[in-house]
């Protein structure tokens, strides 16, 4: 028998394999396509339920059958399935010359134009946590791109049509000595929405060292020469509330929310790693200490971990977070005060996105068309009394679903009229909003529907801005690995990395078929560590240091973990680090 291959990056994958059936104690829910960790082939999969729990099942014909959670709760999914939308597609960015995902860069069958463009800025950085994509002396070169093939990434996106928010990542990007000049470029291209996704330690470094130049160095990024905005967002990287559950930077946050108070940074986004018998039971915490610093923080963005590398399966339960498993946590250590009921998928904002572009708008709106498995969301309003938190999800006062629905079959009827019609008819709508707030529910003080009009109205940054600082905004995103593929979520995927030769790759397929796309891609492009000295300097690749007694002796770090530091000076922690 012929067997099909595809060839790419040097590599000669096989695909195909027999279709599994579902066992007698199981509910077919979909057939998908999905990959063989071991050798990439691509198989037909099934997704079942079983027992309460969503799995992903596919049989590889050299290694056999491979399972994995899909869906930590069946009823979650279930309820998160149905908000599935299909986008308009987007700019093909390369031919289809083979099966997803063996011709990303985007080929025709992508559905979902580009959310968040990830620019890797480089592969350097000067920590070496265990479960990071990779970093440059582990990988042996160095990738660091130019400005202007920044500029051909940003281009190759901008070709979609739709208004464009960029993610510099890494590596570690603050290592970047020219950061604020690719910002200034960014502005200069019209990128709407900036954010930099660090660990935040170089903002601490500077400010124990000179605050004022600390200030200064924030106020570089998050200013332009002209007084606009030039960083909207700093995604920071936070694992716990405890040195054990984050080690990577517990030390330092007080002192970079410091820097960022003092150079006025005032929208940053919590950004922890969760990983099971690690700090799923920190969860609570992590939200907790978010509403403690509403000043400038505002929201948290949980990121169950991405199992990468072959593990055994006893291994990888050990370790698997899903996103059901990640609101079932915080359900019970926030004492019921948010629950699974207040968590919806991402796709539900399509209908505002329609709404809005219906009403008012002759282009195409930004829309998250991604998958309903990738991620999920939920808003609360939060009353602080000391060191006391209380949480009032959005949707306790807010009928979410009855609101997203009437959007949607009102969208149709603006569609057809003029502009007079959509005018009058849009403003009739907006007002109709109102029955689906319960205000007698609502926090004292607080009117929701102001703010959603203002934004339905206005449809600007700064009204959108508004709604963000009264509500602390608590997502999810759940990237995949090679044991829970599924390609259908390829196709779908909005958040996408640029590359220096003009593709725009799906985060799906450039970090879990790393040696395919991101590694293959970064290496064609890199420079050798000798050379990083010569072009970057001696201290390119140098390592951070931290001085944990002095550190921890400040009052930064002493008010900062106040209401944790019982948790502190016991040293909870869930197990040992997964192997």
């Known amino acids: 028998m012929n067997e099909k291959y595809v060839e790419i990056a040097g590599r000669k994958i096989p695909i195909g394999g027999r279709l599994p059936k579902p066992r007698e104690n199981e509910k077919l829910l979909k057939v998908t396509q999905s990959l063989c960790p071991h050798c990439y082939r691509l198989l037909p999969a099934i997704v079942v339920e079983r027992e309460g729990k969503v799995y992903i099942r596919r049989e590889c ?7 994995e959670v899909y869906y930590g709760d069946a009823e979650i999914y279930h309820k998160f399935e149905k908000w599935e939308r299909d986008g308009k597609g987007t700019y093909s960015h390369v031919q289809l010359t083979a099966p997803c995902p063996y011709s990303c860069g985007l080929c025709p069958l992508h559905r979902s134009h580009t959310a968040l463009l990830n620019i890797v800025l480089t592969n350097r950085c000067d920590l070496t946590c265990w479960y990071c994509f990779f970093y440059a002396d582990k990988a042996g070169y160095v990738y660091e791109p130019t400005l202007e093939q920044i ?14 928010a960029v993610q510099l990542t890494g590596g570690e990007p603050t290592l970047r000595k020219d950061l604020r000049d690719i910002v200034i470029l960014l502005r200069k291209m019209g990128v709407r929405h900036i954010q930099l996704n660090t660990h935040g330690i170089k903002f601490a470094e500077l400010y124990l060292q000179d605050k004022e130049k600390a200030a200064e160095y924030v106020r570089s990024l998050r200013y332009l020469d002209d007084g606009t905005v030039g960083i909207n967002t700093v995604y920071l990287s936070f694992d716990g509330v405890t040195p054990q559950t984050n080690p990577k930077n517990h030390w ?3 002192y970079t929310f410091a820097a960022f108070r003092k150079g006025g940074m005032t929208s940053v986004v919590l950004v922890p790693t969760v ?16 509403a403690y610093n ?11 971990v991405s199992l990468t590398g072959l ?5 990888r339960n050990n370790a698997r977070v899903t996103i059901p498993d990640l609101i079932k946590a915080l359900e019970e250590q926030t004492d019921g005060q948010i629950t699974k009921d207040d968590w919806y998928p991402v796709p539900v904002t399509v209908a505002f996105s ?12 930004f829309e998250l068309t991604n998958h309903p498995m990738c991620g999920a969301a939920t808003y609360t309003y939060v009353e602080r009394n000391g060191n006391k938190v209380r949480f009032v ?14 959007l949607e079959e009102k969208t149709e009827e603006l569609q057809k009229g003029g502009l007079i019609t959509k005018t009058k008819v849009g403003l009739k709508i907006i007002y109709n909003l109102r029955k689906f707030i319960d205000q007698s529910k609502a926090p004292e003080g607080f009117d929701f529907w102001n703010l959603l009009y203002n934004v339905l109205i206005k449809r600007n940054y700064e009204a959108l801005g508004k709604l963000h600082y009264h509500l602390l905004y608590i997502g999810t995103m759940h990237f995949m690995d090679l044991y829970n593929y599924d390609v259908e979520r390829v196709m779908r995927c909005n958040i996408h990395y640029g590359s220096p030769d003009g593709r725009v790759i799906p985060f799906c397929t450039y970090n879990v078929l790393n040696d395919l796309y991101r590694d293959y891609i970064i290496k064609k492009y890199s420079m050798s560590l000798e050379e990083a000295k010569k072009v970057l300097g001696d201290d390119a690749l140098r390592k951070y240091v931290r001085n944990v007694k002095l550190l921890q002796s400040g009052n930064e770090y002493l008010e900062t973990y106040r209401p944790f530091m019982d948790k502190i000076k016991k040293g909870t922690v869930g197990s040992t680090q997964p192997s």
């Open 61 to 67: 014909p050299e290694h056999g059958e491979i399972e």
């Open 151 to 164: 500029k051909t990434m940003v281009e190759a996106a901008l070709k979609q049509g739709v208004p464009l």
């Open 252 to 254: 330092e946050v007080p």
């Open 275 to 290: 990983i099971k018998n690690w700090n799923l039971h920190e969860v609570g915490d992590i939200v907790r200490f978010a």
């Open 294 to 304: 509403m000043d400038i923080v505002r929201g948290v963005n949980f990121q169950p």
């Open 311 to 315: 593990m055994p399966r006893k291994e």
């Open 354 to 365: 329609r709404f809005m572009e219906a009403f008012k708008s002759d282009t195409p709106h």
């Open 393 to 406: 999800p959005l949707p306790r006062f807010v009928d979410v679903e009855g609101l997203a629905e009437y």
